[in-house]
């Protein structure tokens, strides 16, 4: 048995729960399981507090009270413990994993990295949906001490990290591009449609997608924490925040888009990583690329990434994430890598 604190019940920590319910081992051609192993949630936090039961709250009923509406301490049946993880910590409620899925906060970390520095000081390992505690404290979380587990934090379901890694075992990369806010990619193509950006973006929040403040995808931000998360777990650098030339999506016109298309090109969110002889340069801008570029024929719902290398050739990967069920699904992914 594994038993699980989730720290943010929102559209990660909500589809999360869900897919918890429904893990399925059985035998057959199309088991979505655990590989056997007993997920149980013992402890969960959302905005309103935090709520716990060693015998395990069920996914599926605080999912649909989530889903609803509805506050955690609200839960019919559980024990309100305190509003945070080290509250559950001191309750001494025991758990085997963390989950940290709260909101960012790219200043100080926020809750989120309290409550991962809470858990990892109790000997706890985490799996993060949260990108801020990493970006801000790199070196001390994937330094020694309990796994920190982060895959959905870059792309969501695309598998970055593990395509770079497995890539430059025996490559160099020469330029790696890559668009990895599916928000921004979405509310251009909506703008390109003919939608004003306020309707794209309300849309793009539809989808739970979006940040709770979409300025966070639309000034580049979420990029750009993805962009140093991927350099500094691959590229053997230490960047941070302000290493990168952030430029958002917000000075692009519907007239810029069609003008592109017209020229046949199209403009995307772009994150690069080039090698320069005083390391790597990373930027975060919308770029024009020629329509037969693997990130130009991404559609509305697409993430992508394109590596360049010296003698691996052009490696490229995209994934359709139109909302936030496939990220929730590369947190259960890192959970069951991390239990298994
Ligand atoms: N939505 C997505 O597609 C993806 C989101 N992420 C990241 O995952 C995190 C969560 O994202 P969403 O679920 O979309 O956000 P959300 O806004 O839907 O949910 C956030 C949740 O955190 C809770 N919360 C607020 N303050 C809290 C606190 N102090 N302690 C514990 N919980 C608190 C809220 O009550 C809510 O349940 C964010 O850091 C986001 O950047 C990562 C990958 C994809
Ligand atoms: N807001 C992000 C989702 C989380 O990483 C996006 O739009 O890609």
């Known amino acids: 048995m594994t038993r699980l604190a989730i720290s943010g019940l929102g559209a990660i920590g909500g589809n999360l729960l869900h897919l918890i319910a429904t893990l399925d081992d059985s035998p057959g051609p199309d088991p979505r399981g655990g590989r056997g192993l007993d997920l149980r949630v013992v402890a969960a936090v959302d905005s309103s507090g935090a709520i716990v039961d060693a015998g395990g709250i069920d996914p599926a009923a605080l999912a649909a009270h989530k889903a609803a509406g509805g506050r955690a301490v609200d839960l019919p049946g559980v024990t309100v413990a305190g509003g945070t993880i080290a509250d559950v910590l001191a309750a001494g409620v025991e758990f085997d994993m963390l989950i940290e ?136 650098t230490r960047a941070r925040l302000s290493d990168v030339d952030r430029t958002g999506i917000t000075g692009v016109t519907r007239d810029d888009l069609l003008r592109a298309r017209a020229a046949g090109r199209r403009i995307v969110p772009l994150a690069t990583a080039v090698p320069g002889v005083d390391g790597w340069h990373l930027t975060v801008a919308p770029a024009e690329l020629p329509l037969d570029h693997p990130l130009a024929r991404m559609d509305a719902e697409e993430m992508g990434i394109v590596v360049h290398t010296d003698v691996a050739g052009r490696l490229s990967a995209t994934t359709r994430e139109p909302d936030a069920i496939p990220s929730a699904a590369a947190v259960l992914r890192d959970i069951i890598t991390l239990a298994g």
Do not use: H
């Not at 309707?199 to 995808?217: C, K, L, N, W, Y």
């Open 101 to 236: 899925a709260g909101p960012g906060d790219l200043e100080t970390g926020g809750a989120g990295l309290v409550a991962v520095r809470a858990a990892r000081s109790a000997g706890i390992p985490v799996v993060l949906a949260a990108k801020a505690p990493l970006v801000l404290a790199w070196d001390e979380l994937t330094g020694p001490g309990p796994a920190v587990a982060y895959s959905a934090c870059v792309g969501g379901a695309l598998p970055t990290v593990t395509l770079l890694r497995a890539t430059l075992t025996s490559a160099r990369a020469t330029r790696i591009e890559a668009a990895l806010n599916g928000t921004s990619v979405y509310v251009l193509s909506l703008i390109e449609d003919g939608l004003s950006p306020a309707d794209a973006v309300a849309r793009a929040q539809a989808t739970g997608i979006a940040e709770p403040d979409p300025s966070f995808d639309l000034d580049g931000w979420d990029a750009a924490c993805k962009l140093v998360i991927l350099a500094n777990a691959t590229l053997g």
